[in-house]
């Protein structure tokens, strides 16, 4: 039973659910700036460079060879193609800047506001205990 609740107390513990908090939110972020980057950026970027759909763009290695069938058997597999998309890696790279561009700025913004919180200085630290005592020797002689 100890181990039940010790990973229960382990999964309620507050940084545990702001960290599946983050991944959740971060995970949908990420689906929004990839939305962002393929259907809004890209298009006009490709349209600039001459009307490149950055989606195609691929180096094949090998074409693709269709299944070849004699009377209704297949005799050789179909091979699917082998290609670089290198299109595919280039939406990516643009990803990757938007969402660390994001997060550069909310992190900017948390350090604007650590900066302007107010910091309460603690009270001056009264006598110690053996300067208490100091004082009470020395009235105790007069």
Do not use: H, W
Not at 79 to 94: P, R, S
Not at 103 to 121: D, G, N, P, R, S
């Amino acid at each position: 039973m100890g181990f039940i609740s010790d990973f229960k107390a382990f999964l309620m513990k507050g940084e545990i659910v702001n960290l599946a908090t983050a991944v959740i939110v971060g995970g949908a972020f990420g689906k929004i700036v990839t939305s962002f980057t393929n259907d809004v950026l890209m298009p006009p970027i490709g349209l600039l460079l001459g009307k490149v759909d950055f989606k195609n763009l691929k180096i094949v290695l090998q074409d693709a060879v269709p299944a070849v069938m004699e009377n209704g058997t297949e005799k050789a597999p179909a091979i699917a193609e082998v290609a670089l998309n290198y299109g595919a890696f280039i939406q990516t790279v643009f990803d990757f800047v938007i969402i660390g561009f994001c997060i550069f700025m909310v992190l900017k913004a948390y350090e604007k506001t650590k900066k302007q919180e107010v910091v309460v200085e603690a009270p001056p630290a009264g006598p110690t205990q053996e300067e208490l005592l100091t004082q009470i020797r020395d009235l105790l002689k007069k």
